[in-house]
């Protein structure tokens, strides 16, 4: 009986992929820094948002999307209603209410706006340095993903 739970329990991690992407926070991106130079992609979601939940669960799940991250970037997934103060680039960040259960935190806001407007999801680019290099709003599939990774690597 217990050989039939292991021989399960392999082929379930089969078939769901060995591959974990490596989810950094904001407070650590500057001590990695130190240990190796790479840029950052920042994935800004809510939890209502359909769209952002569809990239998490297609796009971010693909092994080559993830193999490519872990060994190129640093990459933070962040809840754009996140209540939580957070340091980073010598700034202090905190969430701002517009309601009573609603608001957006000032760096989903300093990261995902576009003309203006936040629209999620939201992926923002920036460079070793901290400094906004791309952004884009909106769900992307893996093979646009894939190409836009690759084309920032260089």
Not at 4 to 33: H, V
Not at 94 to 113: D, R, V, Y
Request: hydrophobic share 40%.
């Amino acid at each position: 009986m217990k050989k039939i739970i292991y021989i399960t329990c392999f082929l379930l991690a089969i078939q769901t992929g060995f591959a974990q992407l490596n989810l950094r926070k904001f407070e650590e991106i500057d001590s990695l820094q130190k240990i190796e130079k790479r840029k950052i992609i920042v994935f800004i979601h809510t939890d209502w948002c359909k769209f952002c939940a569809a990239f998490q669960s297609k796009t971010l799940k693909n092994e080559a999307i993830i193999t490519l991250l872990n060994k190129k970037f640093y990459f933070i997934d962040f809840n754009a209603e996140e209540k939580r103060k957070i340091a980073f680039n010598n700034q202090k960040f905190q969430f701002k209410p517009t309601g009573i259960n609603s608001g957006t935190h000032e760096l989903a806001i300093q990261l995902a706006t576009i003309n203006d407007k936040i629209n999620y999801p939201a992926l923002c680019f920036l460079n070793e340095n901290n400094e906004i290099i791309f952004q884009h709003n909106g769900f992307l599939n893996t093979k646009d993903f894939k190409l836009l990774l690759e084309k920032t690597i260089k």
